[in-house]
């Protein structure tokens, strides 16, 4: 099973920054894309990142362009996303999933979100 885990979430003020891990549980990240997403209330799911399986492409919503980085730690055998400059509009449930990633991260985790981890930016 593909299990992943996020963590790191929490409350932060606007400008501030935040880094959130997923963690493979049964699997090498190293052989899967992986993508985070996030949900805001009301909103749609919304796909905002994803790294591809060798680590050397990636991609970013225009939401998230410029401040938020995901990278890979194949040794820890997690996936992680710095986030900066976070906005009130940042705020929501963040989930990471095997996508494809091409270059759009497209889930492939069967509908199994997990619970996520919740950022909240408000002053």
């Known amino acids: 099973q593909l299990y992943l885990v996020e963590s790191g979430g929490g409350l932060v003020q606007p400008g501030g920054s935040l880094r959130l891990s997923c963690a493979a549980s049964?699997?090498?990240?190293?052989?899967?894309?992986i993508g985070w997403f996030r949900q805001a209330p009301g909103k749609r799911r919304e796909g905002i990142t994803c790294?591809?399986?060798?680590?050397?492409?990636?991609y970013y919503a225009d939401s998230v362009q410029g401040r938020f980085t995901i990278s890979k730690d194949n040794a820890k055998n997690s996936v992680s996303l710095q986030m900066t400059s976070l906005r009130p509009e940042d705020t929501g449930v963040y989930h990471c999933?095997?996508?494809?990633?091409?270059?759009?991260?497209?889930?492939?985790?069967?509908?199994?979100w997990g619970e996520g981890t919740l950022v909240t930016v408000s002053s």
């Open positions: 999933a095997v996508v494809n990633c091409k270059p759009r991260p497209v889930p492939l985790n069967l509908g199994n």
């Open positions: 790294i591809s399986r060798s680590g050397a492409n990636t």
């Open positions: 049964e699997f090498p990240v190293e052989d899967y894309a």
